[in-house]
């Protein structure tokens, strides 16, 4: 039976680690985090994510998945580590391009590194090793094979390599592949199995190896390219998503000023056969899409005015909510008795944010957009009470269950459209309210039934007063 070792066990290694242990594998899977591999070794998993606590469980169980803190020798080494990104100054070219890129962001490859290099020891002749970790273009060809062959194997550039530096060469092998994963956070366990994969080699050879590897449970196509095309490929697909996002909140900025409903614009647009624009809301937020533009960036920042525009659109929408929330606060109505506006004397409006998390009904708040709106709210002195019941977290303001949250409140401001929010119903909370508005940044409560229960709605990208 063949081994292997997986390198870092999060929302992307920790699946695919169970994936092969329960399709005939012996598998190893690795954490640095002394408590991750705790918690594993308890049978629990660390990781919301529909179907991986059974799917891990029935791996432990089966014997074929172990939990490490140290890699140990295997045929295939799969890393599969965050990148993050680090805020960077740019690099290139005269005075305008630094100013252009002064607030770049860049990719952080120390746990990519980090990770090559533990497993330099146990590496053998043979070896297969698949980076999956998303990266800047030629990570693979650059970072990671010179690291690798420190182990004194040299990495396989197939029989069409001519250069001397390959001619004649009988230093035993190694074989490295890049292998993008494309899984979408709430459908991890589908999408593994069921989408089309990208494998860069950096030869043929490797491509097939890591080809004939995930081809025991992918049931998409494999298509094979060389490794710098593949990490090409990954980095364009969220970036199409982030360009795509950006437009439709620049479109939801515009309709607020035209007195239009960017939703319903949308909708109509998309009816169009080659249109399909994606939603407006509070920001993106994720490990992926909000950083993997940057590494494009970072690779040609003279000629991605395009990627950087959207990037600060996207960036530019919690500070948009903020104001929205202003609005909706200043708007006295008859019956407000208390001051609603920022900063007046006691007491402060009090605010229900509703969603912490980057997107719906997931536990994750990498880069979340709710946060930042929660703090430019807390900034202005609002009095706030944070809800989300998937997530489990320190904040510095109380997190509670939507009740409690919601007594007392001067508003709700919806930032993650979780199954349980976009099902709330006014009667329900309005009773709860001490006034009742609704400040909704995902466009889906249906603003008909909240206006009949005396609400002022406010929605993100509708320029219409709802009435
Ligand atoms: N968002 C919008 N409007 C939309 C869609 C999303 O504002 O119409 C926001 C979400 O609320 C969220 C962010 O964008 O804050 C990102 O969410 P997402 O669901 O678009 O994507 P991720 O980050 O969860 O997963 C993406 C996926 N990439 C693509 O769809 C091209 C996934 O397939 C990748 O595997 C994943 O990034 C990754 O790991 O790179």
Redesign the pocket.
């Known amino acids: 039976m063949k081994k292997i070792c997986v390198l870092g066990l999060g929302?992307?290694g920790l699946p695919t680690a169970a994936m092969f242990a329960t399709h005939g594998f012996q598998v190893v899977g690795v954490d640095v985090n002394e408590r991750v591999v705790e918690t594993l070794n308890n049978g629990e998993v660390h990781i919301h994510e529909p179907g991986l606590k059974t799917l891990v469980q029935a791996a432990l169980k089966s014997g074929n998945l172990r939990v490490a803190s140290k890699p140990e020798s295997a045929d295939v080494f799969i890393i599969a580590v965050p990148t993050p990104f680090r805020e960077g100054a740019g690099e290139q070219g005269g005075k305008g391009a630094e100013e252009n890129v002064a607030l770049q962001k860049k990719a952080d490859l120390d746990y990519v590194v980090a990770a090559a290099e533990s497993i330099v020891p146990p590496l053998r002749s043979g070896n297969l090793v698949v980076l999956e970790s998303?990266v800047p273009p030629r990570t693979t060809v650059e970072v990671l094979v010179p690291i690798l062959e420190r182990s004194g194997l040299q990495v396989s550039r197939d029989a069409e390599d001519h250069s001397p530096q390959h001619l004649g060469t009988s230093a035993p092998l190694l074989y490295v592949a890049h292998c993008p994963?494309?899984?979408?956070?709430?459908r991890i366990l589908e999408?593994l199995v069921h989408n089309d994969r990208v494998i860069g080699g950096v030869d043929r050879t490797s491509a097939e190896m890591a080809k004939a590897l995930y081809a025991s449970f992918v049931e998409g196509e494999i298509f094979l390219t060389d490794a710098t095309t593949a990490e090409m490929v990954?980095l364009m697909?969220?970036t199409?998503?982030d360009v795509?996002?950006a437009l439709?909140?620049e479109f939801a900025l515009v309709a607020e000023q035209l007195g239009i409903n960017v939703w319903e614009a949308i909708e109509l647009a998309n009816r169009h056969p080659r249109v399909n624009i994606?939603?407006?809301?509070?920001?993106?937020?994720?490990?992926?899409?909000?950083v993997?533009p940057w590494f494009i960036v970072q690779a040609a920042p003279e000629v991605t005015p395009l990627i950087q525009t959207a990037r600060r659109v996207n960036d530019s929408m919690p500070a948009h909510v903020v104001e929205l929330v202003k609005q909706a606060l200043a708007e006295q109505r008859s019956g407000d008795e208390i001051p609603s506006a920022p900063l007046l004397p006691c007491p402060p409006a009090r605010i229900a944010c509703l969603g912490l998390a980057?997107?719906?009904d997931?536990d994750d708040i990498r880069e979340?957009?709710a946060l930042r709106v929660v703090e430019g709210l807390a900034a202005l002195g609002y009095e706030l009470r944070l809800c989300d019941p998937h997530v489990n977290a320190a904040f510095p303001w109380p997190l509670l269950p939507l009740v409690d949250a919601v007594r007392g409140a001067d508003c709700l401001v919806l930032l993650?459209d979780h199954a349980e929010f976009a099902a709330l119903k006014p009667q329900v909370v309005g009773p709860l309210m001490r006034h009742r508005r609704v400040v909704d940044t995902r466009g889906c409560l249906k603003p008909q039934e909240w206006v009949a229960e005396g609400f002022q709605v406010m929605i993100l990208g509708n320029g219409k007063a709802e009435k």
Do not use: F, M, Q, W
């Open positions: 929302y992307i998303t994963e494309r899984v979408l956070p709430g999408e990954k697909e969220n199409y998503r795509n996002i439709a909140n994606l939603k407006p809301g509070p920001g993106v937020g994720g490990h992926c899409i909000a993997d980057y997107k719906a997931v979340s957009p993650t």
